[in-house]
């Protein structure tokens, strides 16, 4: 393990309760797109935290790990990989939460690689929850929490080497009211669905209730999208899952897409089958709105469609 009490950390600002300030990132979006790579980096550092007892990151490591996450839960987008890795690993000094062992310029990976800088959270930090277990895991899940809906936030775990059961407490954490409300849209939206998957139609019940059937944000609530009509969808558990994953898409013109890196060789294949599918709601029922249609085509859809 290295030694870090050997360097001189870089830090940026520094202020109040640095958990506090970690926190504070949760809330971190720019214009409506999603931002999710700093959290992203905390959670790789905490994980690292929770099972060394430092949060002390090595670019080298940090490079493939981290860029990997980005790569798998962020917007696509054409910048590279070690780029995309780059942009927290130096930006995050600025929240007052990050320091790094060589004083590098924001975003350039050279200077990164050439004296394989490490990066760190402030010390006060480390001690304050490695001293404290239940809050580390605490703020683990306010911030898988706030940037990424139930559908995913498990898979985000994982990944990031957390055990995903750690979420199930968070559930507690919505307001009665929020609950309510809550509650309320997804029975609208799968009534105005007819309780069958906009997709394929799936349409099961039990007990006279739908089964398997639920209601998805076109734009993610987490990121500020409405519990409105114009913004949801029922569809079943498995299309839910890779909507808000960006295997599924839709067009301006409401037919379903199907992401170019979506593959599957066995009875995944059906999926293939629902590209450029029409959605086809009750009559008077509320297609999404075109607003929501493209956050999600540019925040959360994995590269193009498949060819028509
Ligand atoms: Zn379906």
Known sequence: MPDHRQRVWHSGRVGVDPVERLLALQQYRHNGAR????????????????????????????????????????????????QSAAYPFTRLRADGVWALSVDVPDDLVTPLRETDVHGRLDPAIDAALIQDPRRLEGVVRSLVDAQFPSTIAPDVLLAVGFDPELL?????????????????????????????CAF???????????????????????????????????????????????????????????????????????????HGRELRPRPGAQLPAPVHVEWHRTQVFRGDPLAA
């Open 35 to 82: 931002v999710p790579h700093k959290p992203l980096l905390v959670l790789l550092a905490l994980q690292k935290l929770a099972t060394t007892g430092s949060s002390d990151l090595a670019w080298s490591e940090a490079e493939d790990r981290l860029a990997g996450l980005i790569a798998e839960f962020g917007p696509t987008t054409k910048t590279s990989r070690p």
């Open 168 to 196: 199930a407490p968070g559930l507690a954490a919505v307001t009665p009211e929020e609950r309510k409300r809550s509650v309320a849209w997804r029975d609208a939206i799968v009534r105005a669905w007819d309780g069958a």
């Open 200 to 274: 394929c139609g799936y349409d099961g019940s039990l007990g006279g209730a739908p089964v398997g059937i639920e209601a998805a944000h076109v734009r993610w609530f987490k990121v500020g999208g409405p519990d409105e009509l114009d913004n949801g969808l029922a569809l079943c558990s498995l299309h839910h899952k890779l909507f808000d994953r960006g295997a599924l898409g839709l067009s301006p013109d409401a037919r379903v897409q199907v992401s170019e890196h979506f593959r599957a060789s066995g009875v995944g294949k059906q999926v293939y089958d629902l």
